[in-house]
Structure formats: structure tokens, C-alpha cells
T-cell receptor, first 115, second 112 residues
Framework: ETGVTQSPTHLIKTRGQQVTLRCSSQ?????VSWYQQALGQGPQFIFQ???????GRGNFPPRFSGLQFPNYSSELNVNALELDDSALYLC??????????????FGPGTRLTVT | DQQVKQNSPSLSVQEGRISILNCDYT??????FLWYKKYPAEGPTFLIS?????DKNEDGRFTVFLNKSAKHLSLHIVPSQPGDSAVYFC???????????FGGGTRVLVKP
């Protein structure tokens, strides 16, 4: 069984640029959630995708957007990068079945630095 | 507003003893609670969960206790092992698998 994978591992971008982060869900999972973890804090929910549709969004501006593909992999896009976007970005996958959604399993994260 | 709080940023415990991690929440709509462990350069690893219809859940060395009236949960690790040294996050959601709201984490150091 393959776990959640994310790419790239590290990324350095300049303020104002755009970035795309990628996530492959754990085998058999159909739901993906994205979180931002700033240094010394707990992860904060950005949004969740289920069957290619956004299924909930946290308190993040519209320049944070996402996609989920038919194979359940996902992308997080951030436009007009700001210095405060520097963080660890975590992807988590889970299985939604029979009206229930089970525990979320996290990937290793992408460390984004904005200069 | 911090809906989930872990008031102890760090905890040091001797190998073989009990580690007790605490977590408080304010949102009465939360009905599913989880604990995750995180090592440096890795994503959080799911440890144990509990739904609001229970007050205790055990899995091996890990036990989670939920006190709904006090809006408080705790994680007990018995016996603590050096490999348990990590940052522990508690998280809550309004339904299993829904968006998770995390606490700020507690760094645990288990001394040999």
C-alpha cells in the first residue's frame, strides 16, 4: 500500500510569484485535504476535495486554489505569493464511504520559502 | 480564536513512566477528536481517535480520554519509550474526516 506522497520537498520562490504543489493520495483514498503549518504552530486547514469538487474551505484568500484529478491526486496553487506564505504545506488523504469519512493520513509536506 | 489549545508546549518524562498530554477545546460542535505524532521532516502520523459518544479509547500503549463537559481530552502513553520523543498534536472536527482543527502541539522528550 503506497502512502501519501508530495512534491517537491522544498521550494524557494520570490514574492509575487505563483507556485503549484502536488500530492498523490494513499491508495484507495478518494478525499484530499490541504493544510498550512507555520513554524511553531499546528497545521491550519486550507480546503478539502472529494470527487474533484471542493468540499469545505478554511479561512484562506482566493489566491489559494486547488484541484483534484480523477485518480484522486491533487494540486495546491498559490498566486501572488507573500512572505507570510512561507510554511510547510501538508496534504492528507482519507476515504469517504457510506456517508462516513475516516481518519486523514498525511504526506511528508512541502517546505515553501518565499523571499 | 484558538478553538483547540495545548497549553503545555513541552514535556519531559523518564523512559518507562507515563506521559500525559492535555488538550482543551471551545467549540461544542466538535464531536471527533484525534491525536497525531510528528517527527522532524515528516508529516503528522495518526495515533488514535475518539468520537464524542465515548469517553475512553485504547490502542496498545496509547489511551485517549474525553471529558465532554469540561471540553478536555488527554492522551496517556504507558510506558513511554525514547522513540516516542516527537511533537504531539491534538485535533478536532465536527465529523470524522471533516476539516481538522489542530492545537499548537506539545513537544515530548523521553529520556533513557
Amino acid at each position: 500500500e503506497t502512502g501519501v506522497t508530495q512534491s517537491p520537498t522544498h521550494l524557494i520562490k520570490t514574492r509575487g510569484q505563483q507556485v503549484t504543489l502536488r500530492c498523490s493520495s494513499q491508495s484507495g483514498h478518494n478525499t484530499v485535504s490541504w493544510y498550512q503549518q507555520a513554524l511553531g504552530q499546528g497545521p491550519q486547514f486550507i480546503f478539502q476535495y472529494y470527487r474533484e469538487e471542493e468540499n469545505g474551505r478554511g479561512n484562506f484568500p482566493p489566491r489559494f486554489s486547488g484541484l483534484q484529478f480523477p485518480n484522486y491526486s491533487s494540486e495546491l496553487n498559490v498566486n501572488a505569493l507573500e512572505l507570510d506564505d512561507s510554511a510547510l504545506y501538508l496534504c492528507a488523504s482519507s476515504l469517504a464511504a457510506g456517508g462516513a469519512i475516516y481518519e486523514q493520513y498525511f504526506g511528508p509536506g512541502t517546505r515553501l520559502t518565499v523571499t | 480564536d484558538q478553538q483547540v489549545k495545548q497549553n503545555s508546549p513541552s514535556l519531559s518524562v523518564q523512559e518507562g513512566r507515563i506521559s500525559i498530554l492535555n488538550c482543551d477545546y471551545t467549540n461544542s460542535m466538535f464531536d471527533y477528536f484525534l491525536w497525531y505524532k510528528k517527527y522532524p521532516a515528516e508529516g503528522p502520523t495518526f495515533l488514535i481517535s475518539i468520537s464524542s459518544i465515548k469517553d475512553k479509547n485504547e490502542d496498545g500503549r496509547f489511551t485517549v480520554f474525553l471529558n465532554k463537559s469540561a471540553k478536555h481530552l488527554s492522551l496517556h502513553i504507558v510506558p513511554s519509550q525514547p522513540g516516542d520523543s516527537a511533537v504531539y498534536f491534538c485535533a478536532a472536527s465536527e465529523a470524522a474526516g471533516n476539516k481538522l482543527t489542530f492545537g499548537g502541539g506539545t513537544r515530548v522528550l523521553v529520556k533513557p
